[in-house]
């Protein structure tokens, strides 16, 4: 059974930073596409961030683009979202996911196939201004 877990949450003042972490069991986490996405309060959920098997590939959301940084290591089953810059509109439930497909198809997911891949259960980022 796949189990996803993120940690690195918190409440943060505008222009810091914090790191995610996404703890993979259940799979071979090696053979997965990860991906960050986020949900604002009254928002929809969306796409922040995704990376392929071997971090060849790599996609970000405009609005997250030179100041997020994704990453994995899969020695250690875990994935990364470094997040620099921090504004108050990036507060949401962050929640990392796994599938296996592309980075490029992680980034509509949420349109095109919902529903699918293995969800975390968020952690959630404050920004205060």
């Known amino acids: 059974q796949v189990q996803l877990v993120e940690s690195g949450g918190g409440l943060v003042q505008a222009g810091g930073s914090l790191r995610l972490s996404c703890a993979a069991s259940g799979l071979t986490f090696s053979t997965y596409a990860m991906g960050w996405f986020r949900q604002a309060p009254g928002k929809e959920r969306e796409f922040v961030a995704s990376i392929s098997w071997l971090s060849a590939n790599i996609y970000y959301a405009d609005s997250v683009k030179g100041r997020f940084t994704i990453s994995r290591d899969n020695a250690k089953n875990t994935g990364y979202l470094q997040m620099n810059s921090l504004k108050p509109e990036d507060t949401a439930v962050y929640y990392c996911?796994?599938?296996?497909?592309?980075?490029?198809?992680?980034?509509?997911?949420?349109?095109?196939?919902?529903?699918?891949?293995?969800w975390g259960q968020g952690t959630h980022v404050t920004v205060s201004s």
């Open positions: 996911a796994v599938d296996r497909t592309t980075a490029q198809a992680m980034t509509r997911m949420l349109s095109a196939r919902p529903g699918s891949g293995s």
